[in-house]
């Protein structure tokens, strides 16, 4: 049962992949022009535009049979697509196996379930970020806000107790472990300095050897500038008013 269970995750990550190729191949137009939805629309081939039936979107398999070329005009279809789809599945199933307990969830536990559906949602939006940092080298905020505020919202309702990384030890106060939320912050806090250290390290050298210690003083502030800044123009983004920092001016693309 386990085993079928994962394949099914496999599969289902994989179609997932193939989504996530259509995201990221048509948000950039579809935020420049904002015409037609992202989901409107058959996907067609790169080169040549032909229409693509059902037999050339199944996942992974349309690729190997059609032996990594278009079925019309036989121009190449680039590696990444079944490698997209193939890591998506992989990571489905291997999120299931290795940090959920499947065997619990299998048996209707609540709690169990909604921890497998929770890493199935960061495997997606991972990928997502991940495919689009390469081809475009940068994550637009359209899909950072509402991935963040997705992952954000389904943490909190996680069942209370279920620790998500029960690897870990839980951040714990006076022998009391503290709540999901703050593991959460402490978590986000850490990833966020192990980024900020690789702005910190190269700029403030490269400031003292200069003895720009002011500029020093200010690349410091910005480990709590940052933060604040970007929180403050997703919440004027929210009430449609003027982003707060400069657009292209951030340095957080
Ligand atoms: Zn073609």
């Known amino acids: 049962m386990e085993n079928i269970v994962l394949a099914y995750l496999f599969f289902i990550g994989t179609c997932f992949g193939s989504f996530i190729s259509v995201i990221v191949h048509r948000l950039p137009d ?101 495919f689009y940092d390469i081809v475009y080298q940068e994550i637009p905020d359209e899909i950072l806000v509402p991935a963040t505020a997705a992952v954000g919202i389904l943490l909190l309702l996680l069942p209370e107790g279920n620790s998500l990384f029960r690897h870990f030890e839980p951040v714990s106060w006076n022998g009391a472990p503290l709540g999901q939320g703050m593991n959460a912050l402490f978590g986000a806090v850490a990833i966020y300095s192990f980024f900020y250290l690789q702005f910190l390290i190269p700029v403030g050298t490269f400031c003292l050897k200069n003895k720009r210690y002011k500029d020093a003083l200010e690349v410091l502030g910005y480990y709590v500038y940052l933060p604040v800044a970007v929180l403050k123009d997703v919440s004027f983004r929210l009430v449609g008013k003027k982003p707060a920092v400069p657009e292209g001016d951030s340095g957080l693309e």
């Open 30 to 130: 579809y935020l420049k022009k904002g015409n037609a939805g992202i989901m409107n629309g058959r996907s067609q081939c790169g080169s040549c535009g032909k229409t693509l039936g059902w037999k050339e979107l199944v996942p992974i398999f349309s690729w190997v049979f059609q032996g990594g070329r278009c079925s019309s005009c036989k121009k190449k279809i680039p590696f990444t697509y079944p490698a997209l789809e193939l890591v998506t599945g992989g990571l489905f199933a291997a999120s299931a196996k290795y940090l959920c307990n499947l065997p619990l969830a299998l048996s209707g536990d609540w709690s169990e379930i909604s921890r497998v559906f929770f890493f199935l949602v960061v495997a997606f939006v991972t990928v997502t970020f991940v």
